[in-house]
């Protein structure tokens, strides 16, 4: 699944985003002649992932991880309550230094204050794209490398905004995006929602690999990873379980 | 996936085949764009299941069965040991009394002492295809109906030897077989070597379906059917991870 790793410093991101499989020949959701869900055979299939969903989904969503806080919250509540923040951030995306690079830098700043919070480059090391054929919505799970860079000269080429709802949950962040695109401060601009799933501690994700079996270790430690991992792919089928209709 | 439920009475039969998918077009193993174990739709592709594997898999798969059975009968050892009977049996095919009807009726008779040991129409009432992308082979789980049947009159249309080693654990029974077919006793005979895994008591599976659920019974009653596909479904695997190179 993973074809590089660069050199240098970064953190692994590993995300899963909720959308539709898209048969680009159709421009329909893809049609597989299976029951349960499955992982496709990357580039395999003319198909392309779109995670965009309606208003009226993101609202659907919304509703539901606010109950879920509300319901966490209360005393008695078995696993660790949700912690929610809302964000207003501003991503700008400016073309790399060298022309080798074909990753753009992402300036990240906080809407209010114009405060830079990150200044990175995304490097993508994988995907896989999971068939739902039960659910109204497939997932994809994507591993990228973060890499801390200077800021960028000269002039971005896209500006996008994040009114972002995100809960924090155990080991994971679950993200409820509404972004607002635009290639020049004229040029119309585009609204999406979107619904993704993080790993929280990038470090603490490596940090359980390594020891991934290693008999030197506790049996807690030594299946931490796996653990890790399921959690993961339970709370993303979780979040495609709870998708309508309402996919663009 | 059960489409009809015959009246009358009968045994629910409940069995996994390894074999092979293949596509009616190309003759060859079918090929679908996943990585990952899935059901196929049925009838959403033109493929068929063959079951036969070469003498040397029929071998593989007798020496673990045979390894098996002699690991679990070691003492201290957790699980029930696996019995193990070696049967020769006779199946007779006949074209059944009403043209209506188009299961064929089956005798099976003792191949030694010619006793009848059953007579029966055999109803099928579902397949499901498991496509195993990562194992040699396939398997197919299929639900009959066995109806018992008077001894029917005419000529048999069909005559089925099989040398049958059968492996009985747990609630399950494993039966690798060589199948010797002929349509008449001047043609050319048929031989084939299959592997099934079948649930061992119908009764018993289905006392515990009528309790699925069910908040009046203990909790290890209402899981019991759970529990028991579950196994079902982790023998059939296991069986499918031990295949070789070597389908027909």
């Given at each position: ?38 992982i ?7 198909s ?32 660790a ?30 809407e ?19 068939y ?8 994809r799970?994507s ?28 080991e ?12 020049s ?64």
């Open positions: 699944m993973i074809h590089i790793r660069p050199d240098g410093q970064g953190a692994v991101e590993v995300e899963a985003k909720v959308g539709i499989l898209k048969d680009k020949h159709t421009g329909q959701r893809l049609q597989l002649p299976v029951l349960v869900e499955t496709l055979t990357p580039n395999s299939i003319d392309r992932f779109e995670s965009n969903m309606t208003l009226a989904q993101h609202k659907h969503f919304n509703s539901i991880l606010n109950n879920l806080k509300t319901f966490s919250a209360q005393p008695g509540h078995t696993s309550p949700l912690e929610y923040t809302h964000l207003h951030l501003v991503d700008t995306f400016y073309q790399p230094d060298s022309t080798r690079d074909k990753d753009k830098v992402r300036v990240t700043r906080d209010k204050s114009g405060t830079v919070l990150e200044c990175m480059q995304k490097v993508r090391l994988g995907n896989l794209d999971v739902s054929p039960k659910r109204a919505a497939d997932w799970i591993v990228n490398m973060e890499i801390p860079v200077p800021p960028p000269i000269g002039t971005a080429t896209l500006t996008r905004k994040k009114d972002r709802m995100s809960y924090a949950h155990e994971f962040t679950i993200d409820l995006t509404q972004v607002t695109s635009s290639t401060p004229t040029s119309k601009s585009e609204v999406l929602h979107e619904l993704e799933l993080e790993v929280a501690r990038p470090d603490y994700l490596l940090s359980t690999a390594s020891k991934r079996g290693d008999p030197n270790v506790s049996e807690t430690e030594r299946n931490a990873f796996d653990e890790l991992i399921r959690a993961f792919v339970n709370n993303a089928r979780i979040l495609v379980r709870n998708a309508g209709e309402g996919w663009q």
